[in-house]
């Protein structure tokens, strides 16, 4: 079994940066490949960023929306992944939710993810 706990989440200012943090326990991180969803008030979870499972040599990958602001990491001697997020928008605003899955390489469908943590809300103002 796997847990996620998020962390990092708060209230920014348009054009501001966040970390997001998502903390794994349970099973090696080396094992899972991970990702980042943010669902907004009335919408979809939708995807945001991935990055595949492995040791110190990874694939990642972004949603359109997020490219070139957001970049997703891992650290797999503290079994945490991270989110940083930088020029942020209004739009941005969502929960923030970590995902995990036992695959090899780069997850990026919804439904192939098996493990979900809580969420972390990030709140941008305009």
């Known amino acids: 079994q796997v847990q996620l706990v998020e962390s990092g989440g708060g209230l920014v200012q348009a054009g501001g940066s966040l970390r997001l943090s998502c903390a794994a326990s349970?099973?090696?991180?080396?094992?899972?490949?991970m990702g980042w969803f943010r669902q907004a008030p009335g919408k979809e979870r939708e995807i945001v960023a991935a990055i595949s499972s492995g040791v110190s040599v990874y694939s990642t990958r972004y949603a359109n929306s997020v490219k070139g602001r957001f970049t997703i990491s891992r650290d797999n001697t503290e079994n945490t992944v991270y989110l940083q997020m930088n020029s942020l928008k209004p739009e941005d605003t969502a929960v923030y939710y970590c995902?995990?899955?036992?695959?090899?390489?780069?997850?990026?469908?919804?439904?192939?993810?098996?493990?979900w943590g809580q969420g972390t809300q990030v709140t941008v103002s305009s």
């Open positions: 349970g099973r090696t991180s080396s094992s899972l490949a």
């Open positions: 995902a995990a899955g036992p695959y090899v390489g780069l997850v990026w469908r919804t439904n192939e993810y098996d493990y």
